[in-house]
């Protein structure tokens, strides 16, 4: 049973899958090369539970066990006795790769290794390690506490044991669904969302209705929970930006090309819900201010 479970990390996803894993009762040590960012992260999780807290999801003395259950390590030696360890950095392929070089340098070779990449090849970071057979995408949607679904993917040489342990780790102990989808650039989920934040984008810079209008359309239309426009700013907007611009590379389609007004916003460094502005504004806690 994988219960010791390593998070490379501490940026907004490490953070979401972090509390995730240790609200589920597992023990979790998050990597960060910078003291700061993960103190940072532990900061980020608290907040995050004292919410919880106030919508009466969970209780003081919950919280005090999930912050119990994780661990910040300086470095990626210290996850060598972990059962699974997730890499959760940003879409960089070259920091990824050397990450799993790292990793495989530490790990044992029966454990797995796992990548949250949602446009990376698995093949291809997995083609740094001695041990290809043991890395599988792990995808997880943010925030990854609320949403119950996980893409797994298998790079080449994934192994058949390997896709087993994951698929029965992600159903059996984290009770989510696992969605099995073949190696292609932004999957499914990543792939459709973009497409949907980017055609929004085209509508505002159109002028076809303002930000909050077309966030409004689709969210009570369709029921979502955000708009498209504050879920870019939630992903953060250089990672759509980074993940639709990696899509047009890879298929060669005008449909990803991303939105001139999406790349003003990020060279101004209005990233969203991480800098507090975007295409709304947000208090220090991430709730979007009126």
């Not at 058949?160 to 669904?177: H, P, S």
Request: charged share 25%; glycine share 8%; hydrophobic share 40%.
């Amino acid at each position: 049973m994988l219960r010791k479970i390593g998070v490379v990390g501490a940026g907004t996803m490490g953070q979401s899958i972090a509390e995730m894993l240790a609200a589920k009762g597992l023990d979790v040590h998050l990597a960060d090369n910078t003291a700061e960012r993960l103190q940072q992260a532990l900061l980020q999780i608290e907040t995050s539970l004292d919410r919880q807290i106030e919508r009466w999801a969970i209780t003081t003395a919950e919280k005090k066990l999930i912050l119990n259950r994780i661990h910040t390590e300086p470095s990626l030696s210290h996850l060598a006795e972990c059962d699974l360890v997730i890499e959760t950095i940003s879409e960089d392929l070259d920091g990824k790769k050397e990450v799993f070089r790292q990793l495989d340098a530490v790990i044992p070779a029966d454990r797995v290794l796992a990548s949250n990449t949602s446009t990376l090849s698995l093949t291809e970071l997995a083609s740094v390690t001695a041990h290809p057979e043991r890395v599988i995408g792990m995808h997880f949607v943010y925030p990854a506490i609320r949403i119950d679904v996980v893409e797994i993917i298998r790079g080449l040489q994934t192994s058949d044991e390997t896709f087993g342990r994951t698929k029965d780790f992600i159903e059996q102990v984290l009770a989510k669904k696992g969605v099995m989808v073949y190696e292609s650039p932004g999957f499914v989920t990543t792939r459709l969302i973009c497409l949907l934040i980017n055609e929004a984008l085209h509508l505002l810079q159109e002028g076809v209705a303002s930000a909050g209008d077309i966030d409004s359309a689709m969210r009570i239309g369709y029921q979502f929970e955000y708009g498209p426009l504050e879920m870019a700013d939630r992903f953060g907007l250089d990672s759509v930006l980074a993940a639709l611009e990696r899509m047009f590379r890879e298929y060669g389609e005008l449909k990803y090309r991303p939105s001139i007004l999406l790349k003003k916003k990020v060279r101004a460094g209005q990233l969203g819900v991480k800098t507090g502005n975007g295409f709304f504004a947000y208090d220090k806690d991430g709730d979007r201010l009126p």
